[in-house]
């Protein structure tokens, strides 16, 4: 569409740091639900969380140490080793944590108390993702080369020597990535084996898996773990963490040039717009869901950024263009373009509610998980047809790979209904 442009503006610009002392933030998570969307979890290389209130805004001249304090919620010790991921749980009343410590603390929020200790991965725990309808469900990926399934109704009577309750994996895939071909370094160590992400896809049966080792994408039901059901090889190389954005429109990348880098989902081909703010490597990135277009960005500099969408029309382009657009675009930017690109400022909002203001809430009906064995998966398949035809037709969202991420309610599918699993082994 001629004359429509559309961006990022940096708005914050945080510090990470504790007693004065700068760390490095390895993680980044905004809450799910609307009502605390604005609140951004940050973990970093010191085992802290810390929560910010991103819906500060601030001039781009001033302190970003003074910035921090200015908009920092709370902050506690969280491990006493590197905290790699956090994950927020329950109505965003829980939050939990993965650490180089090999273990995963569950957090009541307000209370800043552990609930939980899951334990039984034997190398850092890199990446977590919960059920999508069952929020007591928790899938875990790594550096050991395992995945791990956890139910934390399912509390042992033991505790640790902190007077935590110990919560056991009910089962995963041990040596998920491993190739058959990995050759030993001369010092006689195994080649890298560790899984970087995890997701649990919204079928409610499936898995994907990330592994460094083989930059490979790995699907599993969780009904039958021996093997995949299929795998494929997006690049040769490793990359680094990236998310897509909650209205699917857009994925950003961190990379370790400084950047960030947000691509269009319908126009791959096109060059991506670069976000320049980082003097170093930038390890995480993560979408607002409640603010279409508002991601966050941490780095190796010690500073965590954000920045939000902005769109705009040019004076050149005709009002019957700017119409055909309204019905493709979000509702505040259609607002934007029928009013001739004047933004109208939402009502006020009401000041940030402290977390003593969030109530425990029952959890969904809870479900039986399968019971599953630690074995080793190495089936290799077909990967996904990127050139698909987009066409929305009913034929096409049967048969498109994407749709096991908002299944049909007329049938119920799972990713294995997908892909043809091959014979053939890494």
């Not at 809450?31 to 969380?49: M, N, Q, W």
């Not at 919960?130 to 790594?142: A, C, L």
């Not at 039901?221 to 963490?241: W, Y």
Request: charged share 20%; with cysteine; aromatic share 6%.
């Amino acid at each position: 569409m001629d004359g429509f442009v559309s961006g990022f503006n940096e708005t914050g610009l945080l510090a990470v740091q504790h007693n004065a002392q700068h760390t490095i933030p390895l993680s980044l998570s905004f809450c799910k639900t609307s009502k605390f969307g604005h609140i951004l979890a940050v973990s970093d290389e010191e085992g802290y969380v810390t929560l910010f209130d991103t819906r500060r805004k601030f001039p781009v001249t001033s302190n970003f140490e003074e910035n921090s304090e200015k908009v920092k919620i709370c902050d506690w010790v969280s491990h006493h080793n590197a905290v790699f991921d956090t994950c927020w749980n329950k109505e965003d009343t829980q939050i939990l944590t993965a650490s180089g410590d090999q273990t995963i603390k569950l957090w009541d929020v307000q209370e800043q108390k552990c609930l939980g200790l899951l334990t039984g991965h034997t190398g850092s725990v890199k990446s977590m993702c919960s059920h999508p309808t069952n929020s007591d469900i928790i899938v875990s990926g790594s550096r050991d080369g395992s995945f791990r399934i956890w139910d934390l109704r399912c509390k042992s009577t033991a505790k640790s020597r902190c007077g935590e309750v110990s919560i056991c994996s009910m089962g995963g895939v041990k040596g998920a990535h491993i190739s058959s071909q990995a050759r030993r370094t001369r010092r006689g160590r195994a080649a890298s084996m560790s899984i970087t992400s995890v997701l649990c896809l919204k079928d409610q049966v499936s898995i994907a898996t990330a592994g460094a080792v083989d930059s490979v994408l790995k699907f599993w039901d969780t009904r039958n773990l021996k093997s995949t059901v299929t795998q494929t090889s997006p690049s040769p190389q490793s990359t680094e963490k990236s998310a897509i954005s909650p209205d699917a429109s857009n994925i950003v990348s961190g990379s370790s040039d400084g950047n960030a880098y947000v691509w269009k989902v319908d126009k791959p081909l096109e060059d991506p717009t670069i976000l320049k703010s980082h003097d170093g490597e930038v390890t995480a990135v993560d979408w607002c869901s409640s603010e279409i277009g508002k991601l966050a960005t941490c780095s190796d500099d010690f500073t965590v950024r954000t920045w939000n969408k902005n769109s705009y029309v040019s004076s050149t382009q005709c009002a019957s263009a700017i119409r055909r657009r309204v019905m493709a675009i979000p509702s505040i930017e259609c607002k934007m373009l029928l009013n001739n690109g004047k933004r109208y400022s939402k009502t006020n909002e009401d000041a940030f509610l402290p977390y003593d203001a969030l109530h425990p809430i029952t959890s969904p009906t809870p479900i039986t998980p399968p019971k599953m064995n630690i074995s080793e998966g190495n089936q290799l398949s077909s990967g996904l047809d990127l050139n698909a035809s987009s066409e929305k037709t009913p034929e096409s969202a049967l048969k498109s790979p994407s749709s096991v991420l908002n299944p049909p309610s007329s049938l119920k599918r799972t990713i294995r209904d997908y892909f043809l699993a091959s014979s053939r082994t890494l």
